[in-house]
């Protein structure tokens, strides 16, 4: 498996601007690409920075969907209020486990 981190220092005024459109519009087109295979969005409230990490089958997949991701980058920087360019780095996942609460 493959992640792409995407670093967007957004503003605190945009941020659920920004948390709607990866809800929804990103979200719609991610899980139409190929090899896609998960995301996590993490979002500071206080500074308006933001991580979102795309998971991908293949380093293939991953390096397939550039294109598309980044226009789907720009938007959300956009939508952000983004004053820099988002920053991207892709890794190797060497380990991978979620748990799922259990609730009573």
Known sequence: MFARASTVEGTRDRLE???AMLEHAVMDELQH???F???IALADRETGRNLVITLWETEDA???SEEQA???RKGAADALGASATP???RY???LQEMRTPVHA
Request: proline share 0%; hydrophobic share 40%; glycine share 14%.
């Open 70 to 72: 980044n226009r789907l």
């Open 62 to 64: 991953m390096r397939s």
């Open 87 to 89: 920053q991207v780095e």
């Open 17 to 19: 601007d920004g948390i």
């Open 37 to 39: 295979s998960g995301i």
């Open 92 to 94: 190797e996942v060497v």
């Open 33 to 35: 690409i190929e090899g």
